[in-house]
C-alpha cells in the first residue's frame, strides 16, 4: 500500500515563528509533490508544488524534498494566525495517481 | 472567473436512495477526479477521467458511478449500493494526467445520510 504519512498535530506555533511541517512517502517512483492548506470545512487549496531536490520559495512558504529519503518538508515564515488550518501533503507518480496525506493541523497562536 | 463549481453544498440522503452530486469546471482541463473525505483522514480517490466518455476506477468506486458526457462536467451518483456514505465529496480537475499536473478542488458537497 502506497503512503503519505503526516504527523497529525495539532502543531502549535506562537505568531511570528517558523512553522514546520513534515511528509514522509513509501512509493520510490513519486515524482511530483504538493502541500494543500485546508480550512474547517472547507476544500483543500493548492500552496507549493515541487518536482526536483532541494528547496522552492514562494512568499512566506519553503517546500523542500529529499527524494533519497523520501522526505517532503513545508516551512511557514512569520506565521500568521490566518495560517492556521490543515495542511495535507501529496505525492504523485502520474497525474491521476496522487496520495494524499491525512494532514498536519497547525494551530498559530496571537 | 475560471474554476470548478460543485452542487449542492449539502445533501441529504435518505437509506436506499441515489443521489447524484454535481461538478462542473470552466478550466478546459482533462482531467476531473472524484475524492472522499472522512474525518482524520486523507482523500480517497474514487473515480477519475482523463478523457470525455472514458472514466477509471479509483480505490473506493464500489457503491460510486460516474459519467463524462462533456469536457466540462463529471457527476458523482452515490448509489444505494454505498453503505457508508456520509463524508465530505470533493470534485477536482487538472490540465493532464502527466508528472507535473496540479490538481484544483471545487468547494465540496457535504453528503448526510439521514
Known amino acids: 500500500q502506497k503512503e503519505v504519512e503526516q504527523n497529525s498535530g495539532p502543531l502549535s506555533v506562537p505568531e511570528g515563528a517558523i512553522a514546520s511541517l513534515n511528509c514522509t512517502y513509501s512509493?520510490?517512483?513519486?515524482?511530483?509533490f504538493f502541500w494543500y492548506r485546508q480550512y474547517s470545512g472547507k476544500s483543500p487549496e493548492l500552496i507549493m508544488s515541487i518536482y526536483s531536490n532541494g528547496d522552492k520559495e514562494d512568499g512566506r512558504f519553503t517546500a523542500q524534498l529529499n527524494k533519497a529519503s523520501q522526505y517532503v518538508s513545508l516551512l511557514i515564515r512569520d506565521s500568521q494566525p490566518s495560517d492556521s488550518a490543515t495542511y495535507l501533503c501529496a505525492a504523485a507518480t502520474g497525474g491521476f495517481k496522487t496520495i494524499f496525506g491525512a494532514g498536519t493541523r497547525l494551530f498559530v497562536k496571537a | 472567473d475560471g474554476g470548478i463549481t460543485q452542487s449542492p453544498k449539502y445533501l441529504f440522503r435518505k437509506e436506499g436512495q441515489n443521489v447524484t452530486l454535481s461538478c462542473e469546471q470552466n478550466l478546459n482541463h482533462d482531467a476531473m477526479y472524484w475524492y472522499r473525505q472522512d474525518p482524520g483522514q486523507g482523500l480517497r480517490l474514487i473515480y477519475y477521467?482523463?478523457?470525455?466518455?472514458?472514466?477509471q476506477k479509483g480505490d473506493i468506486a464500489e457503491g460510486y458511478s460516474v459519467s463524462r458526457e462533456k469536457k466540462e462536467s463529471f457527476p458523482l451518483t452515490v448509489t444505494s449500493a454505498q453503505k457508508n456514505p456520509t463524508a465530505f465529496y470533493l470534485c477536482?480537475?487538472?490540465?493532464?494526467?502527466?508528472?507535473?499536473?496540479?490538481?484544483?478542488f471545487g468547494q465540496g458537497t457535504r453528503l448526510t445520510v439521514v
Open positions: 512509493d520510490r517512483v513519486s515524482q511530483s
Open positions: 477536482a480537475s487538472s490540465i493532464g494526467t502527466g508528472t507535473h499536473s496540479e490538481a484544483f
Open positions: 477521467s482523463q478523457i470525455v466518455n472514458d472514466f
